[in-house]
């Protein structure tokens, strides 16, 4: 039925960007494909194809091609954001800008997925384009992550659960561009600690691999190991054997520098 994809879809994108330990996810996404095939429910199978591709990637198990969409779901705004949410989590960051800005002009005069949706999006284009603003950026780039912010706070106020440590990290982040070390070490733990009581592995994963940039920027290798490896951790938690190993190239160059 047409409630039954409705629900099988949210329960799959929620799950995901819950957190959700990825090869638990990848074989309930595995079930839910087979059960849509034999039923012949084309975008059902379309949605679900999306998604066992963006675990799989995130797992280590898939090719690492953020652009890898059959032809018959390229004109589905999710297949932006899949792509745009695997460019970020892969590291192509000037790729993963240029899909959710494509994405933001595709959906601005129609709705799509959730306002839950519409957090998680404001939260990776914001970290994103700071990953990659320069002095000679457009004012629109540079505009970017201070809009996601504040749709975030706005979501806060509405669920501190789910949103809180979305806007501590990205506060985090724009204070580390700007050079505010001080307050910017102090959100990075806000957002960590935020993140772990609400038991989003990733997102602390995440907001601890931030942090460690932010002390390897400013050349503090000691506080940038500790963060990375708790990044690791996170990530191994997740499932995510992708990230792992990622980390695990950030702390051997640490590693490298520090033997020198």
């Known amino acids: 039925t047409t409630s039954g994809f409705s629900n099988t879809i949210h329960h799959v994108r929620i799950a995901m960007t819950a957190g959700k330990h990825l090869p638990t996810l990848l074989k309930t996404v595995e079930h839910l494909l087979g059960v849509m095939k034999s039923h012949g429910n084309m975008m059902a199978i379309l949605h679900l194809s999306l998604d ?5 990637i995130l797992i280590g198990k898939g090719s690492s091609d953020y652009a890898k969409v059959q032809d018959k779901a390229l004109e589905l705004p999710a297949s932006l954001y899949h792509q745009a949410f695997r460019a ?22 129609h709705s799509w997925g959730s306002r839950h949706q519409s957090g998680f999006q404001a939260l990776y284009h914001g970290v994103n384009a ?30 501190q659960w789910n949103y809180g440590n979305k806007v501590q990290l990205l506060e985090a982040e724009i204070l580390s561009y700007e050079g505010r070390n001080v307050e910017a070490k102090e959100a990075y733990a806000s957002a960590i600690t935020s993140a772990q009581t609400f038991r989003l592995v990733h997102e602390q994963g ?15 290798k000691k506080s940038a190991c500790d963060f990375f490896n708790q990044a690791k951790e996170c990530y191994a938690e997740w499932g995510s ?16 520098s520090q033997a020198r």
């Open 52 to 56: 066992l591709d963006t675990i799989s």
């Open 88 to 109: 970020f989590w892969i590291g192509h960051s000037e790729r993963c800008h240029h899909l959710f800005e494509k994405l933001v002009e595709r959906t601005k005069n």
């Open 130 to 159: 700071l990953k990659i603003m320069k002095r000679t950026s457009s004012q629109q780039m540079k505009a970017a992550p201070h809009n996601a912010l504040q749709l975030l706070k706005i979501l806060s106020g509405c669920s």
């Open 206 to 220: 995440l907001a601890c691999e931030r942090a460690g940039f932010h002390f390897k920027k400013i050349r503090d």
């Open 241 to 256: 054997q992708m990230k792992v190993d990622s980390i695990t190239r950030q702390l051997d160059t640490l590693r490298v």
